[in-house]
């Protein structure tokens, strides 16, 4: 069993930026997959961005793309997603996913393991 904990999510101005952060706990995240997920009130979870278990390969959301970068730090044990020149409608949840190996998937379905989630609040 996997167990992730975000961190870093907060309110910030349109305009400003973010990064959030996720571990896993107890086992090191070297052969997984890691993907970030976000929801809105009242919206369905949609996929935001994903790095391959190698950090080989990554893939984004359209919506996102230019402004958020996913990343992941073996020594730290750590995955982050640098969130810059946000926008109210990146206002969400942000969850951390993982999946044992495979490339950058952008389905929630693809996904083992879920953290609690983050707050993110972009303010007008």
């Known amino acids: 069993q996997v167990q992730l904990e975000e961190s870093g999510g907060g309110l910030v101005q349109a305009g400003g930026s973010l990064r959030l952060s996720c571990a896993p706990s107890?086992?090191?995240?070297?052969?997984?997959?890691m993907g970030w997920f976000r929801q809105a009130p009242g919206k369905e979870r949609d996929f935001v961005a994903a790095?391959?278990?190698?950090?080989?390969?990554?893939h984004y959301a359209d919506s996102v793309k230019g402004r958020f970068t996913i990343s992941r730090h073996s020594a730290k044990n750590t995955v982050y997603l640098q969130m810059n020149n946000l926008k109210p409608e990146d206002t969400a949840v942000y969850y951390c996913?993982?999946?044992?190996?495979?490339?950058?998937?952008?389905?929630?379905?693809?996904?083992?393991?879920w953290g609690q989630g983050t707050q993110v609040t972009v303010a007008s």
């Open positions: 996913a993982a999946r044992l190996g495979g490339s950058a998937y952008a389905s929630l379905g693809q996904y083992d393991y």
């Open positions: 790095i391959s278990w190698n950090g080989g390969s990554t």
């Open positions: 107890g086992r090191t995240f070297s052969s997984y997959t």
